[in-house]
């Protein structure tokens, strides 16, 4: 299973931010794709996840009502749309697939993370 993350960046406080999971169409089928993000010394945050099964999502406390998770089969991409930003949403952002039909476990696989900065 690989994913591949991309769509980081620098990005002004307020803005918005798309990243996007390349994956195949049946990691997409059978994994849940989570979102995490890390900062340096920090320990790593799930942020949001989507489930392999009837595509439910979840997120994290600290994101709620500003990230959505979503899926195109179309694309064979998970994507992580980010609204509000704000600085402490600095982040290396990761994708990882969870083998099985909900969220909450314990991720299988990763992809590389990509950078976001939010600074003025």
């Known amino acids: 299973v690989q994913l591949q993350a991309s769509g980081g960046g620098l990005v002004q406080p307020g803005g918005s931010l798309r990243l996007s999971c390349a994956v195949s169409r049946s990691t997409l089928l059978n994994y849940a794709i989570g979102w995490f993000r890390q900062v340096p010394g920090k320990e790593r945050e799930a942020v949001a996840c989507?489930?392999?099964?009837?595509?439910?999502?979840i997120y994290g406390h600290s994101v709620k009502g500003r990230f959505t998770v979503s899926k195109d089969f179309a694309k064979n991409t998970a994507y992580l749309q980010i609204h509000s930003l704000k600085p402490e949403d600095t982040a290396v952002y990761y994708c990882?697939?969870?083998?099985?039909?909900?969220?909450?476990?314990?991720?299988?696989?990763w992809g590389q993370g990509t950078q976001v900065t939010v600074s003025s």
């Open positions: 989507i489930s392999s099964y009837e595509s439910s999502t």
């Open positions: 990882a697939a969870e083998l099985g039909p909900l969220c909450g476990g314990i991720a299988d696989f």
